[in-house]
């Protein structure tokens, strides 16, 4: 009878154990790191911001809070707030185009790359202002 | 020929004036805090949108609900899901009037304190707010700096019981605009 008693404190506290560590760590999580995460959608900027200007709310079905992996030419490349780079690719006749926050681990990489290179960059479509506006952006690179 | 020539000279006029006075610019920060004994929390969005016209003193800014980045990814998570439903509301639009806008004089270096009135909506509901926005012209460069306060159930955001020592009902909004560019007609 003891050792059951014993038994039954034993799991409930395992129990107990696991899932506050399970807790903890869920409760902690960082948001997740792009590079690490296939993306939704493969689709190329221009294709993209058409579709967000023909029809936002139908976009928006497909794409908002999707992972994208967008591909197109460099039109602007510009800090943000001191600390932060935003890269628009597009077409750059066009006055609305994909505005990708970068990853702040991605500030150094972006130093190689100019206005008018072809650049992939993969992010967490967050909507459509003036621009088609992506977070937390990589840039992917062919190895 | 003086009636069209004068038409012509006004009209002119007219789309010069509008051309000089409004300013715009697409990276605008937002954050917001929400301080409770047990927690606080903290979101942060680089890409707010905001136009403004000096003349009428009309100001507008447009913000990304998905936008928000939060420390904790779970926050971030509940706060999209659960507390302003992004998926169905996924912008946030201000709309008011900065008083004495035209009087500010943004040729020379200075920095004043305005009053903004105006409407926001978000998460479906339109509510007025009133707010004291202090704007800075130095060396050319035009900044603005707002702080206001908001309570959540005013626009339908309930907090689940669970959490609700947690989360501040009422949240704390800055408005922090870099670099208003002048908007040049093409």
């Known amino acids: ?143 | 020929m003086r009636i069209v020539f004068a038409i012509v000279l006004s009209t002119m006029a007219s789309v010069t004036g509008l051309a000089q006075t409004r300013y715009f610019t697409k990276s605008g920060r937002i954050t917001f805090y929400s301080r409770s004994p047990l927690e606080n929390i903290e979101a942060v969005n680089n890409k707010v949108v905001s136009i403004w016209d000096v003349n009428s003193g009309q100001i507008e800014f447009s913000v990304l609900m998905k936008g928000f980045e939060f420390e904790k990814a779970l926050m971030q998570e509940h706060f999209n899901e659960n507390y302003v439903e992004s998926d169905k509301y996924p912008k946030a639009i201000f709309k008011g009037i900065i008083e004495s806008s035209n009087l500010l004089g943004l040729a020379v270096d200075r920095s004043a304190a305005v009053k903004v009135n105006g409407n926001l909506t978000m998460h479906g509901v339109t509510r007025p707010v009133t707010a004291t926005a202090v704007i800075t012209v130095k060396n050319k460069l035009i900044t603005a700096a707002a702080s206001f306060s908001i309570v959540l159930a005013d626009y339908k955001i309930s907090i689940p019981s669970l959490v609700a020592d947690k989360v501040n009902k009422k949240i704390t909004i800055n408005v922090n605009i870099p670099d208003y560019q002048l908007v040049v007609k093409k």
Do not use: W
């Not at chain 1, 395992?14 to 902690?28: D, H, M, V």
């Not at chain 1, 190689?112 to 937390?136: H, K, P, W």
């Open chain 1, 1 to 143: 009878m003891r050792r059951s008693k014993k038994n039954i404190f034993l799991i409930a506290s395992f129990i107990l154990l696991c899932g506050g560590g399970y807790f903890n760590k869920e409760y902690n999580r960082k948001p997740a790191d792009i590079s690490n995460i296939e993306p939704d959608v493969s689709a190329n900027a221009t294709a993209l911001v058409e579709l967000y200007e023909n029809d936002e709310a139908k976009a928006n079905q497909q794409y908002l809070g999707k992972t994208i992996q967008a591909t197109g030419v460099i039109a602007e490349i510009n800090n943000l707030q001191d600390t932060l780079v935003n890269v628009l690719i597009g077409e750059s006749s066009s006055m609305h185009k994909v505005s990708c926050l970068l990853d702040i681990r991605y500030l150094a990489l972006i130093r190689n790359y100019r206005v008018g290179q072809q650049i992939i960059i993969r992010g967490i479509c967050t909507g459509y202002l003036m621009d088609v506006e992506m977070n937390r952006c990589v840039i992917i690179e062919k190895k």
